[in-house]
């Protein structure tokens, strides 16, 4: 069992820049592959960007790819995003995800995780 909790989001310009954080309790976070997913006004709750247990494979949604980073700290059980240049369509809450997994294994679909954190807000303003 492990218990996530976002934070970090908040209010930004377009182009400019945010890192949110997840920090995780109880069973350690090196267990899990950890997941970044987003829930825009009105939308479906998409992918964003998945790293492996170890931290060594990563995978992320075209929209995305080349903006966003995601990475982790076994050691600080936290994973982060780093999201530059950001744009009006980032809107979304932002989730932080994580199931067990094999050991360089990354996931992209809802369904694939078990624990969820409650979201973060992140409102990028034209």
């Known amino acids: 069992q492990v218990q996530l909790v976002e934070s970090g989001g908040g209010l930004v310009q377009a182009g400019g820049s945010l890192r949110l954080s997840c920090a995780s309790s109880?069973?350690?976070?090196?267990?899990?592959?950890m997941g970044w997913f987003r829930q825009p006004p009105g939308k479906e709750r998409e992918f964003v960007a998945t790293?492996?247990?170890?931290?060594?494979?990563?995978d992320y949604a075209d929209y995305v790819k080349g903006r966003f980073t995601i990475s982790r700290d076994n050691g600080k059980n936290t994973v982060y995003l780093h999201m530059n240049s950001l744009k009006p369509e980032d809107t979304a809450v932002y989730y932080c995800?994580?199931?067990?997994?094999?050991?360089?294994?990354?996931?992209?679909?809802?369904?694939?995780?078990?624990?969820w954190g409650q979201g973060t807000q992140v409102t990028v303003s034209s």
């Open positions: 995800a994580a199931r067990g997994a094999l050991y360089t294994a990354t996931f992209r679909a809802n369904s694939e995780y078990n624990y």
């Open positions: 109880g069973r350690a976070s090196s267990n899990y592959a």
């Open positions: 790293v492996s247990r170890s931290g060594g494979s990563t």
